[in-house]
């Protein structure tokens, strides 16, 4: 019977080390999202519609807002830039939802409800994709110098 626990231990243990392992590879390989809004977004909640801007494709949970413990708000880079901490994309929009509000829903709003929500459906002056997150050994350091340089290595993103 000894065995049997002593086997099961090891188990599980190599398992817990390897999800620990996963985990930070995809941290690792996670784009890096900056960008610039037309108007102040910083607090609005981001969803994603389809290329005809009629749809929800994403959107997320209350809980999703989160990130190491703390709202996923954008960080602040130089020059109005913003580092994306939720995922966005070209087909991104913003809520009149604040991250605070929001995240304090026991679940997310009915679509419906999303959508008559959105207060801006081209929020963007720009996007750029600044590579992966394990390519930077200080990544906000590093975006600023780059902002500041003329961004170069970003690639633009083609707006809709």
Known sequence: MKPIILIAFVTLMVSCNATKVNTGMLEEQAPVMIYKTRVDHFSHVPITLNSAKEKITSYPAPSDLYFAGELALPVKLKEGFLLDRRGISVHTVFTSYTYEEYSKLESAPPIE???????????FISIYHCGKRGSYKDLLK???????????????LKLP
């Open 113 to 123: 409800e999303l959508m008559e929500r959105i207060i801006d459906k081209d929020p």
């Open 142 to 156: 590093e975006l600023n110098a780059k902002i500041k340089k003329g961004m170069n290595g970003f690639e633009a």
